[in-house]
């Protein structure tokens, strides 16, 4: 499973949660995941405005200090990248970030309610969809843009989606998105466009490349494919013991090790959490600890009798909806929304 020089240089430029940080229940902010498409826009907050038109009766703009007037909200969301989980796909899949299970990381966001804003704008009677357009650009598939993703008029108008401003209590960090960013509860995290500069109401499915083109489920290049919304239902654990420098597995005295973990979905909350040693053969319950929110992860523990030997930890998370994740990789070209089952090699030794 050879690593090409390409994606090496995007693997170090945009980082993972050091796994042992899924034992903080609000990550750090220097811990959380970052993904970064073209470079970290500089941008002077006070010569920066949010325009938002389109089909809407009143356009506005907006200064960062006339956002932060409005009404504030502070939520706590569990941001995943749909691309986590690529580098573990068997097969000639596309070149991208290759993430292993590190993508993700749960923060409490503060910022403006954006329902309120577009219902003062007044969206036009055929509305269909809003674009979120950030001020950073590149080239991608061959093809020069803004970062630009949409939501339909119902999904945008949902109130936990925020414009947001903060994040962990301190204004936003420029990789994170500095001034503003949106924040969609529950979507992975393309959808979550930073470094806003303008949201538009139209009337047509937008047909920007971030949209249009990437984030499909596609069989092949020439399928169609579905686009990619909602995070699947995914489980962590904190590594137990101490690891092994180069491959990370683990070491564990013999005896009781009470393992602890994350488990998160898009599609509602998660209802069971499962953990297997011997590779997914067999399955015991674990305890799921209260949310810390609707849109934030799970705290789950098992305790765990540590025999001698070596093993293969696994956990499982299935959400209210019933879905459940499965133990290998589903198979799409662009390696996406792949929530197969962590597996952990633990040797136990005195
Ligand atoms: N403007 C802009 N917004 C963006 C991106 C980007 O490259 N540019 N990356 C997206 C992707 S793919 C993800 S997974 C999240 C990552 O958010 P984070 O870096 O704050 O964790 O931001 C999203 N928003
Ligand atoms: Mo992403």
Request: one cysteine or more; aromatic letters at 8%; hydrophobic letters at 40%.
């Given at each position: 499973?050879a690593?090409p020089?390409?994606e090496?240089?995007?693997?170090?430029?945009?980082?993972?949660?050091?796994l042992?940080?899924?034992?903080?229940?609000v990550?750090?902010?220097?811990?959380?995941y970052?993904?970064i498409?073209?470079?970290?826009p500089a941008?002077?907050?006070?010569a920066w405005?949010l325009e938002l038109?389109?089909?809407v009766?009143?356009?506005?703009?907006?200064?960062?200090d006339e956002?932060?007037?409005?009404?504030e909200a502070?939520?706590?969301?569990?941001?995943e990248c749909a691309?986590?989980?690529r580098a573990?796909l068997r097969?000639?899949?596309?070149s991208?970030?290759?993430w292993?299970?590190?993508?993700?990381?749960?923060?409490?966001?503060?910022g403006?309610?954006?329902?309120?804003?577009l219902?003062?704008?007044g969206?036009?009677?055929?509305a269909?969809?809003?674009?979120?357009?950030g001020i950073d650009r590149?080239?991608?598939?061959?093809?020069?843009?803004?970062?630009a993703?949409?939501?339909?008029?119902?999904e945008a108008?949902?109130?936990e989606?925020?414009l947001?401003y903060?994040v962990?209590?301190r204004?936003?960090?420029?990789?994170h998105g500095f001034?503003?960013?949106?924040?969609?509860?529950?979507?992975y995290?393309?959808?979550?466009?930073?470094?806003?500069?303008?949201?538009?109401?139209v009337?047509?499915?937008?047909?920007g490349w971030?949209?249009?083109v990437?984030?499909?489920?596609?069989?092949?290049?020439?399928?169609e494919?579905r686009?990619v919304?909602?995070?699947?239902?995914?489980?962590?654990?904190v590594?137990?013991?101490?690891?092994d420098f180069l491959?990370?597995?683990?070491f564990?005295?013999?005896?009781p090790?009470?393992?602890t973990g994350?488990?998160?979905?898009?599609?509602?909350?998660?209802?069971?959490?499962?953990?297997?040693?011997d590779?997914?053969r067999?399955w015991?319950?674990a305890e799921?600890?209260?949310?810390l929110?609707?849109?934030?992860w799970r705290g789950?523990s098992?305790?765990?009798?540590?025999?001698?030997?070596e093993?293969?930890?696994c956990c499982r998370?299935?959400d209210?909806?019933?879905r459940?994740q499965?133990?290998?990789p589903p198979?799409?070209?662009e390696?996406?929304?792949?929530?197969?089952?962590q597996r952990v090699q633990v040797v136990?030794?005195?």
């Amino acid at each position: 499973m050879a690593i090409p020089l390409e994606e090496l240089q995007l693997a170090a430029r945009n980082h993972g949660l050091p796994l042992e940080a899924l034992r903080y229940s609000v990550t750090p902010i220097g811990l959380h995941y970052l993904l970064i498409h073209f470079d970290i826009p500089a941008v002077d907050a006070d010569a920066w405005w949010l325009e938002l038109g389109g089909l809407v009766e009143r356009p506005l703009t907006l200064s960062l200090d006339e956002l932060k007037a409005r009404p504030e909200a502070t939520i706590p969301v569990t941001l995943e990248c749909a691309g986590n989980g690529r580098a573990l796909l068997r097969g000639d899949r596309a070149s991208s970030q290759p993430w292993l299970v590190e993508a993700v990381g749960t923060a409490e966001w503060t910022g403006t309610p954006l329902a309120p804003l577009l219902a003062e704008a007044g969206p036009a009677p055929d509305a269909a969809e809003v674009v979120f357009t950030g001020i950073d650009r590149g080239v991608q598939g061959d093809v020069e843009h803004d970062y630009a993703r949409s939501l339909p008029l119902a999904e945008a108008l949902r109130e936990e989606v925020l414009l947001a401003y903060a994040v962990n209590g301190r204004p936003l960090p420029p990789q994170h998105g500095f001034p503003l960013r949106l924040v969609v509860p529950g979507w992975y995290g393309m959808t979550s466009v930073k470094w806003l500069r303008s949201i538009e109401v139209v009337a047509e499915p937008f047909a920007g490349w971030q949209q249009a083109v990437a984030y499909h489920l596609r069989a092949d290049a020439e399928d169609e494919g579905r686009p990619v919304t909602r995070m699947e239902p995914r489980s962590l654990l904190v590594p137990p013991g101490i690891p092994d420098f180069l491959s990370r597995a683990r070491f564990v005295p013999p005896g009781p090790c009470l393992l602890t973990g994350r488990a998160w979905s898009g599609r509602g909350p998660v209802e069971r959490l499962e953990v297997s040693a011997d590779g997914g053969r067999s399955w015991a319950e674990a305890e799921l600890e209260e949310p810390l929110g609707e849109f934030a992860w799970r705290g789950w523990s098992y305790e765990w009798q540590a025999e001698p030997g070596e093993h293969e930890l696994c956990c499982r998370a299935t959400d209210a909806a019933g879905r459940t994740q499965p133990l290998e990789p589903p198979w799409n070209l662009e390696g996406l929304c792949n929530n197969a089952v962590q597996r952990v090699q633990v040797v136990v030794r005195g």
